[in-house]
């Protein structure tokens, strides 16, 4: 080497008389070694982290139960409530039940699976040993050596995580587990509760009974947004389209209750041309010169059916395209949709369009206790 070379060598290379390592080709790298850890790789010194300060160990065990007792807590405040508190008055609410409902239904749950999480992350950064593991890599298949080897790490981890030495940590992790293996079975057994009658009825039911009561022929119906009373004369355009709700409803509902009532009881009402409209058998009577009511609630799975076309008079509903023929009982024409749309009875009384009793039978997607 020229002088020239070992001058530029000294002033590149290492200082200090630090020899600089260099991997000469050809030498396998840690992988091919079989090892997760290179030679030059440092590892902890032996011996650390198998021993554990036991006054330190014993706080932190307590801490961890603390979380576990937590756990079990919120699991069994989520099951009390679910079974004792949320069905409450028949179970059917309005939007500050439902979030009422959620809040504790999701935040119990919530609650408990966070200290469950907690509780087990101190016990893994405080309680298990912490001595380095240096594991080689074998063919997949397992042979009895290697089983047995298993076994015995696994008994050997057991008994490094202190599950068998500590028992409080084990009774109040099993506390805290035995609930959460139950709430599924509890929100397997009721979806919701039962409705009973709720949804055979709506209001225009109790609505027309109040009217009768005090010596009218029904009640009248009001326009959706104005509550303004609807006369004959202000619906006399075939063709038009409308919805429309009981009189009342907003005043005699509960105010928790009314967007229920409402979503209940919301009808459409259309004007059909007189040679166009065909009354299904006994419900002749149920139209005012072609003017008939509808609900609007569609019998699929519950949506709005409130697009209606003027040229066919079919009453569409935008979620999944089920057709109803207004001129014919709003029978099903296209789409999943069962059964057609419930009608309800109209009348006139003192110039106004009234409805003479709630509807025949349960508005909205069929369910279970409807038989």
């Given at each position: 080497?020229?002088?020239?070379?070992?001058?530029?060598?000294?002033?590149?290379?290492?200082?200090?008389?630090?020899?600089?390592?260099?991997?000469?080709?050809?030498?396998?790298?840690?992988?091919?070694?079989?090892?997760?850890?290179?030679?030059?790789?440092?590892?902890?010194?032996?011996?650390?982290?198998?021993?554990?300060?036991?006054?330190?160990?014993?706080?932190?065990?307590?801490?961890?139960?603390?979380?576990?007792?937590?756990?079990?807590?919120?699991?069994?405040?989520?099951?009390?409530?679910?079974?004792?508190?949320?069905?409450?008055?028949?179970?059917?609410h309005g939007v500050t039940r439902a979030r009422e409902s959620n809040l504790w239904l999701g935040g119990m749950m919530a609650l408990?699976?966070?200290?469950?999480?907690?509780?087990?992350?101190?016990?893994?950064?405080?309680?298990?040993?912490?001595?380095?593991?240096?594991?080689?890599?074998?063919?997949?298949?397992?042979?009895?050596?290697?089983?047995?080897?298993?076994?015995?790490?696994?008994?050997?981890?057991?008994?490094?995580?202190?599950?068998?030495?500590?028992?409080?940590?084990?009774?109040?992790?099993?506390?805290?587990?035995?609930?959460?293996?139950?709430?599924?079975?509890?929100?397997?057994?009721?979806?919701?509760?039962?409705?009973?009658?709720?949804?055979?009825?709506?209001?225009?039911?109790?609505?027309?009974?109040?009217?009768?009561?005090?010596?009218?022929?029904?009640?009248?119906?009001?326009?959706?947004?104005?509550?303004?009373?609807?006369?004959?004369?202000?619906?006399?355009?075939?063709?038009?389209?409308?919805?429309?709700?009981?009189?009342?409803?907003?005043?005699?509902?509960?105010?928790?209750?009314?967007?229920?009532?409402?979503?209940?009881?919301?009808?459409?009402?259309?004007?059909?041309?007189?040679?166009?409209?065909?009354?299904?058998?006994?419900?002749?009577?149920?139209?005012?010169?072609?003017?008939?009511?509808?609900?609007?609630?569609?019998?699929?799975?519950?949506?709005?059916?409130?697009?209606?076309?003027?040229?066919?008079?079919?009453?569409?509903?935008?979620?999944?395209?089920?057709?109803?023929?207004?001129?014919?009982?709003?029978?099903?024409?296209?789409?999943?949709?069962?059964?057609?749309?419930?009608?309800?009875?109209?009348?006139?009384?003192?110039?106004?369009?009234?409805?003479?009793?709630?509807?025949?039978?349960?508005?909205?997607?069929?369910?279970?206790?409807?038989?």
């Amino acid at each position: 080497m020229s002088d020239d070379d070992k001058d530029t060598a000294g002033q590149n290379g290492p200082r200090d008389g630090a020899a600089r390592r260099e991997r000469v080709i050809g030498t396998p790298s840690p992988a091919r070694e079989k090892a997760l850890l290179a030679e030059d790789d440092i590892s902890a010194p032996a011996g650390v982290g198998e021993q554990l300060d036991e006054a330190s160990a014993k706080r932190a065990e307590r801490i961890v139960a603390t979380f576990f007792l937590l756990a079990f807590a919120a699991s069994v405040t989520f099951i009390a409530y679910f079974i004792g508190w949320s069905g409450r008055d028949g179970g059917m609410h309005g939007v500050t039940r439902a979030r009422e409902s959620n809040l504790w239904l999701g935040g119990m749950m919530a609650l408990s699976f966070l200290a469950m999480a907690v509780g087990i992350t101190i016990w893994v950064r405080r309680l298990m040993t912490s001595k380095p593991i240096v594991q080689e890599r074998h063919e997949l298949a397992a042979d009895e050596e290697t089983r047995a080897a298993f076994t015995e790490d696994f008994l050997e981890g057991a008994g490094d995580s202190g599950i068998t030495k500590r028992p409080l940590l084990r009774r109040t992790l099993l506390l805290a587990a035995a609930p959460l293996g139950l709430a599924p079975l509890v929100l397997l057994r009721d979806l919701g509760p039962l409705p009973e009658k709720r949804l055979r009825h709506t209001f225009w039911g109790e609505a027309v009974k109040k009217a009768q009561a005090e010596g009218k022929k029904g009640v009248r119906l009001v326009v959706d947004g104005t509550n303004r009373p609807l006369r004959v004369s202000d619906f006399s355009s075939p063709g038009s389209m409308i919805t429309v709700l009981p009189e009342g409803i907003e005043e005699e509902v509960p105010e928790d209750q009314v967007l229920t009532q409402n979503a209940k009881a919301v009808t459409i009402l259309i004007n059909i041309p007189a040679d166009q409209f065909k009354p299904a058998k006994g419900r002749e009577n149920w139209h005012v010169n072609g003017i008939v009511a509808y609900s609007k609630v569609c019998t699929h799975v519950g949506c709005p059916a409130a697009l209606y076309e003027q040229t066919t008079h079919h009453i569409l509903c935008p979620c999944h395209q089920s057709t109803f023929d207004a001129t014919d009982a709003a029978k099903v024409i296209f789409g999943p949709a069962a059964r057609p749309l419930p009608q309800l009875p109209l009348a006139v009384e003192d110039g106004y369009l009234i409805a003479t009793s709630d509807y025949h039978e349960p508005i909205g997607p069929s369910f279970w206790e409807r038989g």
